[in-house]
Structures are given as structure tokens and as C-alpha cells.
């Protein structure tokens, strides 16, 4: 059996209508209006400011609505009650539809939502999805440095965090080379804006109040200032032509692999240089030892051209000890590209991100390799490249690992980064009912949900 989840008893069917019910309620305490509650019905706001103009009107008589504000006030303190028990009245249906259907050990909202969310993959059912997205790195003022900070949306098992807040989120140095940071490994502070606590205040969802600190990636040290790779920014050649740590798996040393100058050097007075001879797929490995299942690491790296190329593609990929591209536990491959004809003579990054599954193979390695060919005598030089483990923000929030760049920081450089999230009906209803980041769970969602958001009425 399973638990009913669209029929006229149905779990969702029920906890819709106390939904709609509790969002009526919000859209006059001053939330967002509903399909039956105009935006005008919104009494903090709209009729309070409706009425301020009438009895500003000739002639003025304000006075006879002194304490309207603290009226106010009192009537949404006093549907505080009602709400919360119209959240408790939901978590009771949850469990009890659930434990009705399969005796849970203790009837608790986790055990209960465990239950629910398996029957749903079982069943192929979802809700629909949020659309969530980390904007692009910007700017505050004019910085010194030039990190690359790199935000990931997805979590470690490689789902998207729709619980995630809506925000913008400041990233600061603080702390630089000249205060007690080590150069390249400078501190950063990030701050998001302040939390609403209270899930049932038409306020919500707020920002996550974030406020964590975080320190760069340093490509050019070996395993250690958070870089997990050895000799990635290709400054140790001891052999002619070969890094030091890296497999040139295909290529000849010397003819497609080279010591880039420095020059080219995009930091430090070495890099790699791979020079196409029109049909090789260059590649180089190096075999990781220091990672762990279910985890996200980032990657960044800087590439540049001796000259816009007609042809090629640079791809970064996790692979097995048989070559193969692993795959996150999702099924997703841990692969990014660069078509490097949109590339210039002048460095920039690359990056993205890689999600080990729960198994892991015996064997893990980052190669580097040109899956479509230069053409004759047309190198692309690679510097700079680190791995790293993301840190998650908060709960059910985004990943992040900043890298430091080829400029120093100093203390109160800072950028923005602009969090996005358009919640699915579904999903914000039960982070705002369930708590579903601090359970750390997920309703299954998609763009073609088996249970419509309509059901909130």
C-alpha cells in the first residue's frame, strides 16, 4: 500500500487546504496576496495607507485614527496561535496518514517524511520543482584581487537545494597577507541577510543570516592550502616537457606537451602548454588519493590562446582506473567543457563541479584532455589549477569555494553574489510546514509534477 496523495482524502489534497487557508490569512497580515485575497486586503500596507489619505483629506482628521499601528499589530500577534496550530494540524496528518499506512518505529515528522518521499520515488511522483541559480561574481567598489569565487547550487549528492534562500550574499576579505593571512590563502567573511526565524510570519522566507568565514584556494601549493592537487600550476617540470605528478596519457613531450615560458605564465614562471597538431587528443591524468564519497569539490583553472582557434574543446572530467567518466549519484557525469573557439589570448577561468557517488571506484583521477583537436601549431596554455572541497553555507543552502587569482587581496575587498530561487508551490509549503533543510530532506521534484501546486487552495 501508499499513503493517498492527490485523491479527495489525500495527504496533499488535505494539506492544501490548510495551506490556503494559512497563505488568506498572511496576505492580510501583509504577505503576498492569494487567489482570493486582493493585494489591496494587505492591512499593514495597502488599507492602512488608503487610510492615511483619507483622513489626511479635508478636513484632516488623523487624530481620530491614533493607534491604528499598534491595533495592527496586535491582529497579527493574535493569528500567531491560529497559524501555528494550523502548522500542527499538518504535521499530524503527515504523520498519521504515513504511520496508518507503514508503522513507523517512532511517529516523528523525519521518520514520516522518509517514508513519504520513498513512496514517492517508487511511485514516479513529484511536485514541482524550484528553479534555483547563483548569479554572477561582482564587484563592490574596486577591489585589488581578482579571486575567482564559485558558487554551486546543487548539494553533494548532486540535487539542486530548492529550499535554498533568495538573497545576495557579500563576500569580504578579511583578512589579508599583511593581517595574518597566508598570500593566497586570505580569509574571507560571507554574510547573508538576516533570517526570519519564524516560518509562519508573513515575512518569511527572509535570508539565511549566514555569516561564515571562509579562506581562498592557493593553486600553487601541493596538496595543502585547500588545493587537493599536486604540482597544478605546472611549475615543476623535472623530466623536460613532463610535469611532475601529471601522466601524459596521450601527446608527445616535446612535440604537443611543453613547459609553457613565463611568459605565458598565467602565475609563477611556468605553465602548460599544449600545442595542437590538427587530429591529437591530448590528455594528462593525475590520481587522487585524498577524497571522499558524496562529497562536491570545485574546480578552477585558468586557460588562455596563442590565437582564437577554428577548432577544439578542453574538457576537465573525473575518471575511473578503465578511463571511464564517473558519474554523481544522480547519474550526471563529473565533466565540464570549454569550446576554446569563444577563447582569448589573455587568460580567464574555467571552472565547475565534481560530485563523487556513495561508491566510489577503487581508482580516481582529474584528467585534462582535448576532447576535439587544435589545429596545427595552435597551443592552448593551462594554469593555476586547483581542486577543492565545497563548504556548504547552511543547510539546504549553496556550496562554495573561492580561488585565489594571480593578484594579491587586501583586507575589505568584496563582491556579491545574487542567490535565486523560485520556489515550487510544494516545496516552499513543506520547508515552511516540515522544516525540510534542517531534516535534511527533499520532496522529489521535476518541470512535469504528478501533484500540481493547485492543490493549495
Not at 120 to 145: K, W
Not at 173 to 191: K, P, R, T
Request: charged share 10%.
Amino acid at each position: 500500500m501508499a499513503v493517498p496523495v492527490t485523491s479527495a482524502g489525500g495527504l496533499f489534497t488535505r494539506l492544501g487546504h490548510f495551506l490556503g487557508g494559512l497563505y488568506d490569512i498572511n496576505a492580510l497580515r501583509g504577505g503576498t496576496a492569494t487567489t482570493r485575497v486582493l493585494a489591496a486586503a494587505n492591512w499593514p500596507i495597502n488599507r492602512v495607507a488608503q487610510i492615511q489619505t483619507d483622513y489626511a483629506a479635508t478636513p484632516p482628521d488623523q487624530i481620530i485614527i491614533n493607534g491604528l499601528y499598534t491595533n495592527i499589530a496586535a491582529f497579527q500577534s493574535a493569528q500567531g496561535s491560529f497559524l501555528r496550530q494550523i502548522q500542527q494540524f499538518c504535521q499530524n496528518t503527515l504523520t498519521y496518514m504515513v504511520n496508518a499506512d507503514t508503522p513507523l518505529p517512532q511517529p516523528t515528522i523525519a521518520n514520516a517524511m522518509r517514508v513519504l518521499i520513498s513512496q514517492m520515488q517508487l511511485a514516479g511522483s513529484s511536485v514541482f520543482e524550484s528553479t534555483v541559480n547563483a548569479g554572477v561574481q561582482t564587484t563592490v567598489g574596486t577591489p585589488n584581487g581578482n579571486p575567482v569565487i564559485l558558487a554551486s547550487v546543487k548539494g553533494p549528492t548532486g540535487l539542486f537545494q530548492e529550499y535554498m534562500f533568495a538573497e545576495t550574499l557579500n563576500f569580504t576579505c578579511s583578512q589579508d597577507s599583511q593581517s595574518g593571512a597566508i598570500l593566497g590563502q586570505e580569509q574571507f567573511s560571507i554574510v547573508g541577510p538576516a533570517s526570519i526565524s519564524n516560518t509562519l510570519d508573513p515575512s518569511w522566507p527572509g535570508g539565511s543570516g549566514v555569516n561564515a568565514s571562509l579562506r581562498a584556494v592557493n593553486a600553487a601549493t601541493n596538496n595543502s592550502g585547500g588545493n587537493l592537487l599536486t604540482n597544478s600550476d605546472f611549475e615543476t617540470f623535472t623530466v623536460t616537457n613532463v610535469p611532475d605528478n601529471w601522466t601524459i596519457v596521450v601527446g608527445t613531450p616535446g612535440a604537443t606537451v611543453f613547459k609553457g615560458s613565463a611568459g605565458n605564465s598565467y602565475y609563477g614562471s611556468a605553465c602548460l602548454q599544449i600545442t595542437g597538431n590538427g587530429s591529437e587528443n591530448t590528455s594528462l591524468t593525475q590520481t587522487l588519493t585524498n577524497i571522499q564519497p558524496l562529497t562536491q569539490y570545485g574546480v578552477n583553472l585558468f586557460i588562455k590562446m596563442s590565437g582564437v582557434p577554428i577548432a577544439g574543446i578542453l574538457t576537465i572530467d573525473l575518471i575511473d582506473g578503465s578511463n571511464a567518466v564517473i558519474n554523481d549519484a544522480q547519474g550526471a557525469p563529473n565533466s565540464f567543457q570549454k569550446v576554446l573557439t569563444g577563447a582569448t589570448t589573455g587568460y580567464l577561468p574555467l571552472n565547475g563541479t565534481f560530485r563523487l557517488p556513495s561508491v566510489m571506484p577503487a581508482t580516481v583521477k582529474i584528467r585534462i584532455r582535448l576532447s576535439t583537436a587544435l589545429e596545427n601549431t595552435r597551443s592552448l596554455f593551462i594554469d593555476h589549477l586547483a581542486l577543492n572541497p565545497m563548504s556548504l553555507l547552511y543547510a539546504g543552502g549553496p556550496m562554495v569555494s573561492i580561488f585565489s587569482g594571480n593578484v594579491k587581496l587586501i583586507l575589505g575587498d568584496a563582491w556579491t553574489i545574487a542567490m535565486t530561487n523560485v520556489y515550487g508551490g510544494w516545496q516552499k509549503a513543506f520547508e515552511q510546514i516540515f522544516g525540510m533543510r534542517q531534516l535534511g530532506l527533499q520532496l522529489p521534484s521535476s518541470g512535469s509534477p504528478t501533484i500540481s501546486d493547485s492543490l493549495i487552495v
